[in-house]
């Protein structure tokens, strides 16, 4: 099997930051790219960030570019999520995942395979 575990959520006040982390374990699989995603209540699961598991491409939704980053750990099997500038807005929970396959385009959550539980991330305005 394969798992994700997230960590790293938590309160925070807003304009403040917070990194949330990845692992991935069990058995190996080949992995396209990893990402993260977001659901707040009431709200659909949106698409956050994204990065290719061979080669530092990145991508970014709209509302999260120039405050969060993701990057990765290959020896750790890890990837993180550095949020910055938080918002209100950005509360929601946080949930990991693994794309196994090549995907075309914007990511979505139908490119995954694998998920994680997921951490909740809560911004104090």
């Known amino acids: 099997q394969v798992q994700l575990v997230e960590s790293g959520g938590g309160l925070v006040q807003a304009g403040g930051s917070l990194r949330l982390s990845c692992a991935a374990s069990?058995?190996?699989?080949?992995?396209?790219?990893m990402g993260w995603f977001r659901q707040a209540p009431g709200k659909e699961r949106e698409f956050v960030a994204a990065?290719?598991?061979?080669?530092?491409?990145?991508y970014y939704a709209d509302a999260v570019t120039g405050r969060f980053t993701i990057y990765k750990d290959l020896a750790k099997n890890t990837v993180y999520l550095q949020m910055n500038s938080l918002k209100p807005e950005d509360t929601a929970q946080y949930y990991c995942?693994?794309?196994?396959?090549?995907?075309?385009?914007?990511?979505?959550?139908?490119?995954?395979?694998?998920w994680g539980q997921g951490t909740q991330v809560t911004v104090a305005s």
């Open positions: 069990g058995r190996t699989f080949s992995k396209y790219a």
């Open positions: 995942a693994a794309a196994s396959r090549s995907y075309s385009g914007s990511p979505t959550s139908r490119d995954f395979d694998y």
């Open positions: 990065i290719r598991w061979k080669f530092d491409i990145t």
